[in-house]
């Protein structure tokens, strides 16, 4: 992780396989969870949003006989690969902002 990241992880969320760090710079908090999930919470917002790539499929609705459109979000099965996302991710706007 780089410097700019501080590790806020509650013993419960520990307890819960989820981990969460703050960015000292901006505010931001970005949180790994063990389902998978990678989210960043822009310290301006109420939302957090994914950082999980996504994947576009096709579904058919048995109720309407339609196929639809579906945007289904890729896990990140190892914890490892989730904090080298929130690590990159962060770095790219810590790069922003200093430009």
């Known amino acids: ?9 509650t013993q419960r969320q ?3 396989g989820t981990r969460m760090f703050q960015c000292t ?14 989210r960043r919470k822009n310290a301006n917002s ?3 949003y994914q950082l999980n790539k996504k994947r576009f499929t096709k579904r058919f609705s048995i109720w309407s006989n339609k ?3 579906c945007v289904e979000r890729v896990m990140i099965e190892s ?3 989730r904090l080298d996302l929130i690590n990159q ?7 922003k902002l200093q430009s």
């Open 14 to 16: 520990l307890k819960n």
């Open 67 to 69: 196929e639809y459109d």
């Open 25 to 38: 710079l901006t505010g931001d908090l970005y949180a790994s969870y063990s389902s998978g999930y990678v």
């Open 79 to 81: 914890e490892q690969d």
């Open 46 to 48: 109420y939302r957090p």
């Open 1 to 9: 992780m780089n410097s700019n990241l501080k590790e806020i992880t």
């Open 89 to 95: 991710r962060n770095l790219k706007i810590i790069s």
